[in-house]
């Protein structure tokens, strides 16, 4: 059974910084694409990066450009997110979610071929 479990999330004051993890198991995490998404209270799901574990190319939604780092450890099956330079706005709960491919898939920011997702983290920031 494939399983995503995210972690790190929590409270921070403007300008600071968390680490996100996503734990997968039941899969080759090679053979994945693993992305991070966010919704926020009232808000559309958005995608925020994503990573393919082949090799390591990522992507990244222009609001968190230079602020934000994803990065894989393959043989800890487990990606991370990096926040730095936290804003109110990043405020949200943070999803990772797996693509049983090794190709980033157009439109990934929406949602497309997301097969598998993790329950959320809360990431707060406050002003």
């Known amino acids: 059974e494939v399983q995503l479990v995210e972690s790190g999330g929590g409270l921070v004051q403007a300008g600071g910084s968390l680490r996100l993890s996503c734990a997968g198991s039941?899969?080759?995490?090679?053979?994945?694409?693993i992305a991070w998404f966010r919704q926020a209270p009232g808000k559309e799901r958005e995608g925020v990066s994503c990573?393919?574990?082949?090799?390591?190319?990522?992507y990244y939604v222009d609001s968190v450009k230079g602020r934000f780092t994803i990065s894989s450890d393959n043989a800890k099956n487990t990606v991370y997110l990096q926040m730095n330079s936290l804003k109110p706005e990043d405020t949200a709960v943070y999803y990772c979610?797996?693509?049983?491919?090794?190709?980033?898939?157009?439109?990934?920011?929406?949602?497309?071929?997301?097969?598998?997702w993790g329950k959320g983290t809360l990431v707060t920031v406050s002003s």
């Open positions: 979610a797996a693509h049983d491919g090794r190709t980033v898939v157009v439109g990934w920011s929406l949602g497309y071929g997301m097969e598998y």
């Open positions: 039941g899969f080759t995490f090679d053979d994945y694409v």
């Open positions: 990573i393919s574990s082949s090799d390591s190319s990522t």
